[in-house]
């Protein structure tokens, strides 16, 4: 099997960007959707997250991967935090994930937090996606 070149890598995420942006053509994102429905979501998230990354600097990068891994597949629908049951292989277990994607944990306390202060409002999509933002900026 051959391997891939910096460039065709980068076409390809050129692709899968282009293809995401038009998908959601004409649907605009806002960092204000939880202002009334849950006005501490994403403090709380950030909280969760930066503590995280201080006990484990790596961290950072490990949310954005996560973020990028749930979003490459079928959209950013937090698949990837899905349990594997008796008929069901969760993407956490697949062969190429074990021992690789890594921060499951810090989501799931997010998410707890979260679900402390507003329960079933937000999202885990919607969390996995502010964690890999706030794990981009401290």
Same mark, same amino acid.
């Given at each position: 099997m051959g391997s891939c070149s910096t460039a065709h890598i980068a076409t390809l995420l050129m692709i899968v960007?282009? !293809?995401?942006?038009?998908?959601?053509?004409?649907?605009?994102? !806002? !960092?204000?959707?939880?202002?009334?429905?849950?006005?501490?979501?994403?403090? %709380? &998230?950030? %909280?969760? &997250?930066?503590?995280? &990354? !201080?006990?484990?600097?790596?961290?950072?990068a490990s949310l954005i991967r996560l973020h990028f891994h749930d979003c490459f597949v079928n959209g950013c629908d937090a698949s990837l935090l899905l349990d594997s049951t008796s008929s069901f292989e969760s993407e956490q277990n697949a062969i190429q994930n074990i021992e690789s994607a890594r921060g499951f944990q810090v989501i799931e306390k997010a998410k707890s937090r979260v679900e402390s202060i507003c329960p079933g409002v937000v999202s885990c999509a919607d969390i996995l996606a502010v964690a890999a933002r706030d794990s981009s900026v401290k």
């Open positions: 960007l282009c !293809s995401m942006l038009l998908l959601c053509e004409g649907k605009q994102l !806002s !960092s204000k959707f939880y202002d009334s429905s849950c006005p501490n979501a994403l403090s %709380t &998230i950030r %909280t969760a &997250i930066h503590a995280a &990354i !201080s006990a484990e600097r790596r961290m950072g």
